[in-house]
């Protein structure tokens, strides 16, 4: 029998998967009960719970009594998310470089490795895990819990294009980006060591902004 934690880690990520592989799109509802099925699993909970974590980050929005839907996606909502995104990251950045202790920056080096490896391994799902574990990490030393808390936020939010015209309908583009981003983690995370807060904070938001312009201005 799987250990709860475990089967809530497993649910989890099998619905990014789902996600990833095209099963759901932008303005589907995610029902619990197709999820539980589609699982194989016994109680509709840890469903419900890994729902819920999606709901609270900011990816999924919440419909009433009938479940849970991924929101529409709009170019005028990613303008407005990725400006957002590149702002609140600057400032976690700037801040995880005046407050990280050398061992926070010797983890961040260890997740960017990770990351390469995950990369020539082509996991897109497994890849997009080690992103989202490099940018709430820095959101983590930032030590602001109100950086931290707007910065998962918008970060996922920001996945719902990542997601959706980025990994799914440009493959090639997702291959290229698993060669690009650690490079540019990498510089992020040599500014934090260095406590350079100016430039932590300019790399993280140029990072970002190259992100936005991959997936909307390269069609």
């Known amino acids: 029998m799987i250990k709860k934690d475990n089967l809530e880690v497993f649910v989890y990520d099998s619905i990014i998967a789902l996600i990833l592989t095209n099963h759901y799109r932008p ?3 995610l029902l619990e009960t197709e999820i539980t099925e589609r699982l194989n699993l016994k109680s509709r909970t840890p469903v419900h719970h890994a ?32 400006f957002a995104r590149e702002n609140i990251e600057f400032q976690t ?6 407050h990280a202790s050398d061992e926070e920056i010797d983890e961040l080096q260890m997740i960017i490795q990770a990351e390469v490896e995950t990369g020539e391994s082509g996991d897109i799902v497994g890849y997009s895990a080690i992103n989202e574990t490099f940018h709430e990490f820095i959101a983590q030393i930032s030590k602001n ?9 918008i970060f996922w939010r920001s996945n719902s294009y990542i997601f959706f015209r980025y990994y799914q309908f440009k493959v090639s583009m997702a291959e290229r980006e698993f060669k690009i981003s650690p490079g540019q983690h990498m510089e992020i995370t040599e500014a934090i060591a260095k406590r350079d807060a100016d ?7 140029q990072h970002v902004r190259r ?9």
């Open 27 to 29: 303005g589907d509802l």
């Open 51 to 82: 729902l819920g974590q999606l709901i609270a980050k900011g990816f999924l929005d919440k419909k009433s009594k009938k479940g849970c839907f991924i929101p529409p996606l709009t170019p005028e909502d990613a303008e407005h998310v990725f």
């Open 93 to 98: 950045a700037a801040s995880a470089a005046l």
């Open 145 to 153: 819990k109100y950086l931290q808390g707007y910065s998962q936020h």
């Open 199 to 205: 430039k932590a904070g300019k790399l993280m938001k």
């Open 211 to 219: 992100t936005f312009e991959s997936i909307f201005k390269k069609q």
